[in-house]
């Protein structure tokens, strides 16, 4: 089964880049890599999404081995509103389309003013 | 307001007495999803559903039932609770496509004593 293996904590000086690291080294050809990063007493939030490419969006970037085994979530500049838990997820497509979603334990991000 | 809603958020409970969680979604999506919460673990996979009538296990399905007669809807039934199912529990809705996005639900917290 798809996994993820990421690190239990974190910590960013405000306004400094951060990068998050996730590995998934039994990831397969179709499966997506999913960001989402959860505050205390809510849901989890997307953040980002890629396939084989680094993406970009308002949030964060995403920066994806060649080999796909892992992926980078980056931060560019963490304010306080960024610390959270950040999760990385597979997106696994099955036989006949189903579709899995494998969640990691996350990393707990504390951001130090 | 695009928006997944969950009902109760919050149950205490006695072990064996029958409980439904509610789940709807205003998105039109025909992806849902349920995931339980645990310290330490992170968020795991329960049931998930591709459409109406199209239900699948996810990682932790034992102890949980689900149906999806309305695509809207999509409820998680304990038959029987018992204590190591007192968990926070999340609901989500996407489009589907392993590039799609989910969005979760505020959470439901349940306690079986």
């Known amino acids: 089964d798809a996994k993820t293996t990421q690190p239990n904590s974190m910590e960013s000086n405000e306004e400094e880049p951060v990068h998050l690291p996730c590995n998934h080294s039994?990831?397969?050809?179709?499966?997506?890599i999913h960001w989402y990063r959860q505050l205390p007493s809510q849901g989890p939030e997307y953040v980002i999404h890629?396939?084989?490419s680094n993406v970009n969006n308002r949030m964060a970037s995403l920066a994806i081995a060649e080999d796909r085994k892992s992926s980078t979530l980056i931060l560019h500049r963490a304010t306080l509103r960024d610390a959270a838990v950040y999760y990385c997820?597979?997106?696994?497509?099955?036989?006949?389309?189903?579709?899995?979603?494998?969640f990691g334990t996350g990393t707990k991000l504390q951001v130090i003013p | 307001e695009a928006q997944v809603t969950q009902n109760p958020r919050y149950l205490i409970t006695v072990t064996g007495k029958k409980l439904t969680v509610t789940c709807s979604q205003n998105?039109?999506?025909?992806?849902m999803s349920w995931y339980r919460q645990d310290p330490g673990l992170g968020l795991r996979q329960i049931y998930y559903?591709?459409?109406?009538?199209?239900?699948d296990k996810g990682d932790v399905p034992e102890g949980y039932k689900v149906s999806r007669k309305e695509k809207r809807n999509f409820p998680l039934i304990l038959e029987s609770p018992s204590p190591n199912q007192t968990s926070l529990y999340f609901c989500?809705?996407?489009?589907?496509?392993?590039?799609?996005?989910?969005?979760f639900g505020d959470g439901t917290r349940l306690s079986i004593l």
């Open positions: 989500a809705s996407s489009l589907l496509g392993g590039e799609q996005p989910q969005h």
């Open positions: 039994t990831i397969s050809g179709t499966d997506y």
């Open positions: 890629g396939l084989t």
């Open positions: 997820i597979l997106r696994v497509t099955l036989s006949g389309g189903y579709q899995k979603v494998t």
């Open positions: 998105m039109n999506h025909e992806y």
């Open positions: 559903s591709m459409n109406v009538e199209v239900t």
